[in-house]
């Protein structure tokens, strides 16, 4: 996908044989960032709607949906950081705020109203993984939660107590699964988008503080 065109990437439908090959070929393999593709225009439309105060992109990639929604939405503050030094520098091209960053380890307890997140998440054997940055924006591991549950261990520190955070979920890491670990960690998890596709369904999850869900 051109660097320039800030749309997603929603052509090719795949079948529900497709690989991680052909999904990850389909999504920009050449590239050392992850361009913006069908997940990311799902987050982008409910993190514009949903996102108030100190807003924070985990995994930020090239910024597209950071940059949507300090443009478009209510945030007082947008952030977005990356493990990937590639994206944290197409991110400032866009104007985000960016910082190189594991997960919400950079950030101070409580300190963020709005978290969003597209996890990588396909199903990877570990016998079939490459060493690229592509990889560390694709891969889930085996079960497709690796990233996943480490960010839901920390999110109840980072986030405000009166603030939400907005995951995207794939079908192919077990929905219920990912529920059921944000549960046990004291949130309640509502599902505020969604969308069917051939290959998977993708769902935004607005996880909140039990004591202050709504």
């Avoid at 990437?9 to 361009?35: C, H, N, S």
């Amino acid at each position: 996908m051109p660097e320039d065109d800030d749309s997603p990437d929603t052509t090719g439908a795949a079948d529900p044989g497709d690989t991680r090959d052909a999904l990850a070929e389909r999504r920009g393999l050449d590239a050392p960032v992850y361009e913006p593709a069908e997940d990311s225009g799902l987050l982008a439309e409910a993190a514009v709607e949903h996102a108030r105060g100190v807003t924070l992109e985990v995994g930020t990639g090239s910024g597209w949906v950071a940059d949507r929604v300090r443009r478009e939405g209510d945030a007082t503050r947008v952030l977005g950081s990356d493990v990937n030094p590639h994206a944290c520098r197409r991110a400032r091209d866009r104007g985000v705020e960016a910082v190189r960053a594991d997960l919400l380890a950079a950030f101070r307890d409580g300190a963020l109203d709005t978290v969003l997140f597209n996890p990588p998440y396909l199903p990877t054997d570990p016998d079939n993984e490459w060493e690229d940055w592509q990889e560390v924006a694709l891969s889930g591991g085996e079960s497709g939660r690796d990233l996943i549950e480490p960010f839901l261990d920390d999110l109840p520190r980072a986030l405000a107590p009166d603030g939400v955070a907005l995951l995207l979920v794939s079908s192919l890491t077990g929905f219920a699964d990912v529920v059921e670990y944000a549960v046990d960690r004291g949130f309640d998890a509502e599902t505020v988008a969604e969308e069917s596709y051939p290959f998977e369904t993708l769902s935004i999850l607005a996880l909140r503080h039990r004591e202050h869900a709504r």
